[in-house]
């Protein structure tokens, strides 16, 4: 079956540094991706849409300038999360649609533990 | 904006008890509904997809329902078992891609 592979699984960084997150489709090729972020017992929140070749469309409240989101292909979105603080620790999932349009499944990666000292 | 409630929040059962989880949302405009398995500190896994055309789907013990013009979907899960144990999450899609999730339930199952 289709597979959405995210690296690294865990990661702690000291505050101040920036941090790559991948996100790779392994069998199938995905022009959306999606990234989610989710809060110790809280539930994932949609940061930013993700399309291959323009730029990611944000939420509301999320900074495009803290979480760089890069789509270059059509199996691989990477979030960068710059300068990052204590406060960004969280899990992060991402998730690519196989197909067009909204008819496509859904997969997702089996998330990103980000800890910031 | 859409808000997406599940009841309850947590959920401790006997094994072999039949159970039902409950999810609400506020704006029947929806794409489709799925429910989710996640496991600790791990990514989702789908369960069950419902369009918003359909009112039911069903996989092995469980059943998903959708009633769209009251904002209900309920997932049944027949003869539990300890290693159905973990958070289930009720998500609607929307036009334009986006997913909103409930908090979650937080199922265990005793053996």
């Known amino acids: 079956g289709a597979v959405v592979s995210q690296h690294p699984s865990r990661v702690i960084c000291k505050s101040g540094t920036s941090v790559k997150i991948e996100c790779r489709s392994l069998?199938?090729?995905?022009?959306?991706m999606f990234w989610y972020r989710q809060f110790p017992k809280q539930s994932l929140m949609l940061m930013a849409t993700s399309n291959e070749g323009s730029k990611a469309t944000y939420e509301q409240g999320v900074e495009k300038d803290k979480f760089l989101i890069n789509h270059a292909s059509l199996t691989l979105s990477t979030l960068t999360v710059t300068s990052a603080h204590p406060e960004d620790s969280s899990f992060y999932i991402c998730s690519a649609r196989r197909g067009q349009g909204n008819t496509g499944e859904l997969f997702f990666g089996e998330g990103s533990r980000l800890t910031v000292l | 904006k859409q808000e997406v409630t599940q009841i309850p929040a947590a959920l401790s059962v006997p094994e072999g008890e039949n159970l039902v989880l409950n999810c609400s949302f506020t704006?029947?405009?929806?794409?489709?509904l799925q429910w989710f398995r996640q496991d600790p500190g791990k990514g989702l896994t789908s369960l069950l997809l419902i369009q918003s055309s359909q009112r039911e789907q069903t996989s092995g013990r469980l059943n998903a329902s959708l009633d769209k013009s009251s904002g209900r979907s309920t997932l049944y899960i027949a003869a539990s078992q300890p290693g159905d144990s973990a958070t289930y999450l009720c998500a609607v899609e929307e036009y334009g891609n986006k997913l909103v999730f409930g908090a979650g339930t937080i199922l265990r199952v005793k053996s």
């Open positions: 704006d029947s405009a929806i794409y489709n």
């Open positions: 069998d199938f090729q995905a022009t959306t």
